[in-house]
């Protein structure tokens, strides 16, 4: 049986990266906090902590956050290492992520 973690995580190359999916990913406070966890401990693990939501939840929000393209994962053995996509961002819709991480999740 294959593992869980063998298929390639669904993460949109730069130019495929939407302003307003972007935007609408970062509507959710729970997320917010994720990506301002992320930024402020780069490589973190998706189970690091559970930003007070189920764990079947917490899923979703990280999904959303990768497809989205706000954060790239890595899969190490069993778990996610997690990446804000700050450069990508940065070059794709300048000064975003400056607001998004000055605002207190």
Known sequence: MAS???SPLAIPD???IDLFEVMSALTDPV????????????????SSDDFGVSKS????HWRILRESGLIRQ???GTRHRNWVR???LDRRFPGLMDLVLDQRP
């Open 86 to 88: 700050r450069e990508e």
């Open 57 to 60: 939840t917490l899923t979703r």
């Open 4 to 6: 869980r973690l063998a």
């Open 14 to 16: 730069e130019g495929e």
């Open 74 to 76: 890595e899969v190490d």
């Open 31 to 46: 997320r917010r906090a994720i990506v301002s966890s992320i930024a402020a401990e780069p490589g973190r693990a998706c």
